[in-house]
């Protein structure tokens, strides 16, 4: 654990005078600290105000405050920034001080909240507390409940946060383009009572897609649903650390979807329930057990489970192209398709031409030339191989005799002997196959339909 002061000196973390945000006022805004740092940063312990079990931000971080008379005040600057999607790539996205997605917030049930919002964004824009039980006033909807936050302009938003829980903050004001350019952020409003809904560790992320056509940085932001690279906070695997617990710790991962399709989120070697949504806190008696949930577009979801399998369990959007980084989506299905000769020919023409997919479509261990600032398809160096995975992936890594609080990754797991699958040397017993599918040579009789029939029954005789 770090408290404020050394996680504010800490690395990637630069503070920003008031006065390089606003002239007007300066004195009364508070400081608008800066994270350029892709890793995930340390659990930010409470200093000031109730007590609280901190969350742990996957590759991000959580925003520091201010008390003022009593208040908690935040302040976040919307702006352009450079987010590093995975080692290789970068993109240029929109976000809140210096990093998309935002930094997270978190108060306790009961706290008065205000929220300074700079926009040095060439557009206006809004923040909506998504789930936030406030004021109309206050709920950020452009047009609706106040005008939007014109280039240079700072607004302030005041609410008591009425009600422990998850949820998310992000524009409502030319939302297309401002999400898929990477705004949100996310909120957590911690229970008064910190051994209410107490867990050992606490992972937020928040669920976003982009579309970056290979070689380029920048997100096509009119793109409605076939989005290339599938993030979870802004981040692809491998680019994305691994959430690390203890053995038999409790363990919360709190999700929010804000990309535009639904995200089934599965855990391998544990079952989990669905402890709560973006509503509040589901009744113990209303929980069973899952091992994957269903993250609906403008949903949260905490799950909750006992990490007691030791092991490096997969984490993942169970959709498999969700799994994979750009350049996936006009590859043709190849598999049976004899190439033979066809790659010697189209390399007479076209140097360097590979054929891919004759045999599934496993490319994890091709080296193929890619464009500037693009991702593998299927990546990931793992213990045994490559991982063949991209997007929203990554590993739960749960050790025997970690400290509490130790969030380092722990480096692949040492399987106890002898349960680890492995190749058969031994006698192999006669497999059943299918039967014979090879095509009746002609004349023969065969009975087959015809196309289109009309006949009862539509047999055919030849
Ligand atoms: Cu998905």
């Given amino acids: 654990m770090t ?16 006065s390089l945000v606003s002239k007007a006022g300066a004195a009364s805004l508070p400081e608008a600290p800066v994270h350029s740092s892709a890793a995930t940063a340390a659990p930010l312990a409470p200093t ?11 590759n991000g971080w959580t925003l520091p405050w201010r008390m003022k008379d009593g208040v908690k005040e935040f302040h976040l600057v919307a702006e352009p920034v450079v987010r590093e999607l995975a080692p290789g790539m970068q993109a240029n996205l929109w976000g809140y001080n210096g990093q998309s997605p935002g ?11 205000r929220i300074f919002v700079t926009n040095k964004l060439p557009e206006h824009t809004s923040v909506h507390w998504h789930g936030q039980l406030l004021p109309c006033g206050m709920d950020g909807v452009t047009g609706l409940t106040q005008p939007g936050i014109q280039p240079g302009k700072t607004f302030v938003y005041e609410f008591v946060a009425r009600h422990a829980g998850t949820f998310m903050y992000h524009p409502h004001a030319d939302e297309m383009q401002q999400m898929a350019m990477g705004m949100m952020g996310f909120w957590v409003t911690h229970p008064k009572n910190p051994r209410q809904h107490a867990v050992d560790r606490d992972y937020v992320m928040l669920l976003s897609s982009f579309d970056i056509e290979p070689g380029s940085y920048t997100p096509r932001t009119n793109t409605m649903l076939d989005f290339n690279l599938w993030a979870i906070n802004s981040r692809v695997f491998p680019g994305l650390d691994p959430m690390v617990a203890r053995l038999n710790d409790k363990v919360r991962i709190r999700v929010g979807n804000l990309t535009m399709t639904n995200h089934p989120i599965h855990l391998h070697g544990h079952r989990f329930e ?16 899952e091992v994957t949930t269903d993250v609906a577009v403008g949903q949260m979801r905490a799950i909750e489970f006992v990490a007691d399998a030791p092991g490096d369990w997969a984490f993942h959007c169970h959709k498999s192209h969700h799994t994979m980084n750009a350049m996936g989506h006009d590859v043709p299905t190849l598999i049976g398709v004899d190439h033979r000769g066809v790659a010697e020919k189209i390399n007479a023409l076209v140097p360097g031409y ?8 496993s490319m994890g261990d091709m080296k193929m030339a890619l464009p500037a600032n693009t991702l593998p398809m299927m990546s990931g160096d793992g213990p045994f191989g490559n991982l063949e995975m991209g997007g929203m ?70």
């Fill in 274 to 289: 669905v402890a709560g949504t973006d509503g509040g806190w589901v009744p113990k008696s209303a929980r069973w057990p």
């Fill in 354 to 361: 590979m054929v891919m997919g004759d045999k599934g479509g």
């Fill in 103 to 113: 930094p997270t917030i978190e108060v306790v049930e009961g706290d008065r909240v």
């Fill in 3 to 18: 408290n404020r002061r050394s996680f504010l000196t800490g690395a990637g973390v630069t503070v920003l005078g008031a």
């Fill in 48 to 58: 000031s105000g109730r007590p609280y079990n901190p969350v742990v931000t996957l």
């Fill in 393 to 462: 992936f990554t590993t739960l890594k749960v050790r025997e005799g970690l400290a509490r609080g130790d969030y380092r990754d722990p480096g692949w797991y040492r399987h106890p002997a002898g349960t680890v699958a492995r190749e058969w040397t031994g006698e192999v017993p006669a497999a059943v196959s299918a039967p014979d599918a090879t095509p009746a040579p002609s004349g023969q009789a065969m009975d087959a339909r015809k196309p289109g029939s009309q006949e009862s029954g539509g047999h055919h005789h030849h």
